[in-house]
Each structure stands twice: as C-alpha cells, then as structure tokens.
C-alpha cells in the first residue's frame, strides 16, 4: 500500500537512539514493511564482512611471511658466500661458532624488521590516504563517525616482533652454516 501510494521503494527515517527498535517494531507491525534495516544492522554485517576480510589477511600474512622467510634465508646465504672470507678471519682471530651465530641471526632479524616496519608505514599511509573518503561516503548515508580505520600501537608491536621473529627464524640455516665453516677452508676462498 505505502509504495502504491507514495512511490518509494525505499524510505530513510532518522530516530533518536532509544526510539529506533520501537519505530522498527511500529513499522513492521503496523504499516506492513517487510524489511527495515537499522544502522546498527548495517554495522554488524560489516562486522562480519570485516571479519571475514580479516581472516583473509592473516592468511595473506601467513604466505607473505613464508615468502619473505624464503627471501630473507636466501639474502642470508648469499652473504655468508660473500662474506666467507671475513668469516674465516674472525674465526681464525678466535670468534666462537656462538658469536658467528649471534652475528647473522642479528642481520636476518634486522633484515625481518625493516621488511616489517616499512609494510607498517605502506598500511598506515594508506589508511591516512583511504580514511576521509571512506568516513565522508559513511555520513553521507546517514553514519556519524569521525574515524572508520584505527591503528592499534598493540598490534603494531606484535607485528614488529613477528617480522623480527620470521627473520631470525629465517636466518637460523644460514647461521648455523656460517657457524660451522673451518675457518682454514674460509681463509682459502675466493
């Protein structure tokens, strides 16, 4: 009857937020409108869009991580083969295989750190780029927000250290190889 009468498919009605379920109920009940959606509605099934985008992320994340660890062991290995050398002299001046080990795990959990913190920056920038647009669209359909990304200092650590972690992890063969070289065999290199 309502759309033959006004011709709307659709109607937007703004209420206060204590009056929104009982308009909701009042328009079900008694003006026959099957459907009526609530803002909060509209933010749960974003919710669950973004939940859902979420766990693509992290399995997203979970192959980059694997990737970068692959990138990361194989950077590692190339500098032990260029730095061979240099290693058999520290060894030969009386380094321990601990203190090579110390030394590439550092640089491959260095290397983890700033492949973590310059994707940090990426997300961050883009978030700050991405953030207007999106909180504009969202009010100019009824929302009032002021922020629709936030960035969680929490998280940000934690990724920080995963990075770390996924690089030393990465750098643990390469570290060992380095650890284990006969520093006569290392002097005679080229």
């Known amino acids: 009857e309502f759309r033959e009468i006004v011709g709307y498919d659709m109607?937007?009605?703004q209420a206060q937020d204590d009056k929104v379920e009982e308009l909701k109920t009042f328009l079900e009940d008694?003006?026959?409108f099957g459907g009526v959606i609530t803002a909060e509605d509209i933010l749960e099934f974003l919710d669950q869009?973004?939940?859902a985008f979420t766990l693509i992320l992290i399995v997203f994340g979970v192959v980059s991580a694997i990737v970068a660890s692959i990138g990361i062991m194989n950077t590692m290995v190339m500098s032990i083969y260029e730095q061979t050398k240099e290693i058999g002299i520290i060894k030969a001046m009386g380094a321990s295989a601990g203190q090579i080990l110390v030394v590439f795990l550092i640089q491959s959990g260095t290397i983890g750190f700033f492949g973590g913190a310059m994707g940090?920056?990426?997300v961050y920038f883009g978030m700050i780029i991405a953030d207007p647009f999106i909180v504009d669209a969202l009010i100019d359909?009824?929302?009032t927000v002021e922020s629709f990304f936030s960035f969680d200092l929490v998280t940000t650590m934690y990724i920080v250290l995963a990075s770390i972690a996924v690089g030393v992890l990465a750098g643990l063969y390469p570290a060992f190889k380095a650890a284990r070289l006969d520093p006569v065999k290392a002097l005679r290199s080229e």
């Open 141 to 143: 359909n009824g929302f």
């Open 30 to 32: 008694n003006c026959n």
């Open 49 to 51: 869009i973004l939940g």
């Open 120 to 122: 940090l920056a990426i």
């Open 11 to 13: 109607v937007r009605i």
